[in-house]
């Protein structure tokens, strides 16, 4: 079988409907918004074959980041923050990962400390993440995931 690997903007990227086997959504959406992460599931949904399968990773309000940018960077949206710079972060609540994809089966699905890590030379640091895997059960519409109504 083949892997292809696509690294851009979800926004522009217009495959097929029902083409993918797998799509692995790591460390994308922290970096968006809620009604951009609720316009990526409504894409994936599309994208996504019968039975196919998607990995997912977000971070948690239990994240230390969530205190921090709470308090130091604007609030853009329900537990989304802006920085100066524009850089994005938004955390999701307690078992939003799993609810955003109600209409996937869970295979697997955890919330849970990673371990301490760094960035270059940056502190010492540890995320609370959300992480599962969903399986597409049949050829869905994603009509739970409205961009237009958010917390539909």
């Known amino acids: 079988f083949e892997i292809i690997i696509h690294q851009r903007d979800f926004q522009n990227f217009s495959p097929l409907s029902n083409t993918y086997a ?12 809620k009604n951009q992460i609720l316009e990526l599931m409504a894409a ?28 130091k960077w604007k609030s853009c949206g329900n537990n989304s923050f802006l920085s100066l710079q524009n850089e994005l972060r938004t955390y999701l609540e307690p078992g939003e990962l799993k609810d955003l994809f109600s209409d ?6 955890r919330e849970y400390w990673g371990p301490e890590h760094r ?5 010492l640091h540890r995320h609370h993440w959300a ?22």
């Open 22 to 33: 797998a799509i692995l959504l790591f460390g994308v959406m922290p970096i968006l918004s």
């Open 44 to 71: 994936v949904t599309k994208w996504t074959m019968k039975c196919g399968l998607i990995f997912a990773t977000a971070f948690t309000v239990a994240d230390p980041g969530f205190g921090q940018h709470s308090k």
């Open 104 to 109: 996937f089966i869970s295979l697997n699905y």
């Open 119 to 123: 960035h270059g030379d940056g502190p």
């Open 131 to 152: 992480e599962g895997i969903f399986k597409k059960e049949a050829d869905i519409s994603g009509s739970h995931v409205d961009p237009s109504h958010p917390g539909s």
